[in-house]
């Protein structure tokens, strides 16, 4: 019975003679004696059981089984190749896929600009993104179900690597007709008293723990309603006059029929942004990711001191 396994080197002088039509052609185009390149196409011979080529003085040809052979080892060659090429590209993280949980809006502001930016140098990977709560998300990457987090503060979980990367300050979202709107900012003594409403997943509850540092005193505790929707419906809701709700600056950059969007005065109320990655993760994609974002962190850095000094 024929031996199905077959040396992929040996291959390489099978489709080059059927090509030169000549041994000796090969030879001196590889490099090698012919006799290499003769014993090499045997062996292929010996293996298949049947012969690949017809011999003669001027050369050779091939056969009938030989031209079958070719035509289907052909393209396995071809698959083999496009394999390795993939598998290489994977490595230099050309090709593979991202897995990035976060809390903000990719509409503006600087994870749009880092997404946009890898998008641009690695189109071979795909970005997967899922929003979620930052405790469901950290949880997530220490399980290896995601590559990187984008989270507020600085968190340092066990294995884990953290790098802050920008600010984002807090804007209260009210409708568009209530009295606030016409300021150019609040305080919170503007609106301590009115009513808050937060989705249960996606940034909700470091929000609802945020109402609860700024705006808790004794006595007193702010009065905050919780929906099971996501940030569009909400923001629908807060037009509707159901309660205002806390979002960063990233939110901006999309448009909400209805609604005005205010800075809370004072810096106390601009939050930094981190990158959360476990330290075994060797997934070249992510390392490419984080060095995008530090560029891109630095330039941001530059621009924000070269508008202070102005």
């Given at each position: 019975?024929?031996?199905p396994?077959?040396d ?6 099978v ?6 039509g000549?041994f ?10 012919q006799?290499t ?6 062996l ?6 049947v012969?690949?080529f017809?011999?003669?003085?001027g ?8 031209e079958?052979f070719?035509?289907?080892?052909t393209?396995?060659?071809h698959h ?12 230099r993280?050309g090709?593979?896929?991202l897995?990035?949980g976060?809390f903000v809006s990719?509409?503006a502001?600087?994870l749009g ?7 641009e140098?690695y189109?071979g990977i795909?970005l997967?993104?899922?929003?979620n709560t930052?405790?469901r998300n950290?949880?997530?990457l ?10 507020t503060?600085m ?6 690597e953290?790098?802050?990367l920008?600010?984002e300050?807090?804007?209260v ?5 209530h009295s606030?709107s ?9 609106i ?7 989705s249960a ?7 609802h723990?945020?109402?609860i ?14 929906h099971r929707v996501?940030?569009?419906?909400l923001?629908?809701m807060v037009?509707?006059?159901?309660g205002?709700?806390?979002t960063t600056?990233s939110t901006?950059g ?20 981190t990158?959360v990655?476990t330290?075994n993760?060797?997934?070249?994609a992510?390392?490419h990711?984080?060095a995008?974002?530090r ?8 621009v924000?001191?070269e508008?202070?000094l102005?």
């Amino acid at each position: 019975m024929p031996d199905p396994t077959l040396d992929l080197r040996n291959l390489r002088y099978v489709i080059l003679a059927a090509e030169r039509g000549s041994f000796r052609r090969v030879a001196a185009e590889v490099g090698v004696e012919q006799s290499t390149v003769s014993r090499r196409i045997q062996l292929v011979e010996r293996r298949l059981g049947v012969p690949i080529f017809e011999r003669y003085s001027g050369g050779v040809c091939l056969t009938a089984a030989g031209e079958m052979f070719l035509r289907d080892a052909t393209i396995g060659a071809h698959h083999l190749r496009r394999a390795v090429q993939a598998v290489s590209s994977l490595k230099r993280g050309g090709q593979g896929v991202l897995r990035i949980g976060l809390f903000v809006s990719l509409a503006a502001g600087f994870l749009g600009e880092l997404v946009e930016r890898y998008q641009e140098q690695y189109e071979g990977i795909d970005l997967e993104f899922e929003e979620n709560t930052a405790e469901r998300n950290l949880s997530r990457l220490i399980g290896g179900e995601l590559d990187v987090v984008f989270v507020t503060g600085m968190p340092a979980p066990v294995g884990c690597e953290a790098l802050q990367l920008w600010e984002e300050r807090i804007f209260v979202a009210l409708p568009s007709a209530h009295s606030l709107s016409g300021q150019q900012e609040v305080t919170w003594g503007d609106i301590e008293k009115e009513r808050f409403i937060l989705s249960a997943g996606g940034p909700g509850p470091e929000i609802h723990d945020y109402l609860i540092k700024r705006l808790s005193a004794p006595g007193f505790r702010p009065d905050i309603r919780v929906h099971r929707v996501g940030r569009e419906n909400l923001m629908n809701m807060v037009a509707r006059g159901f309660g205002l709700t806390l979002t960063t600056a990233s939110t901006l950059g999309t448009s909400f029929a209805g609604l005005t969007f205010l800075p809370i005065a004072g810096d106390e109320d601009i939050v930094p942004c981190t990158a959360v990655w476990t330290s075994n993760n060797s997934n070249p994609a992510l390392h490419h990711l984080l060095a995008i974002a530090r560029e891109t962190a630095q330039r941001s850095s530059s621009v924000d001191r070269e508008r202070f000094l102005k």
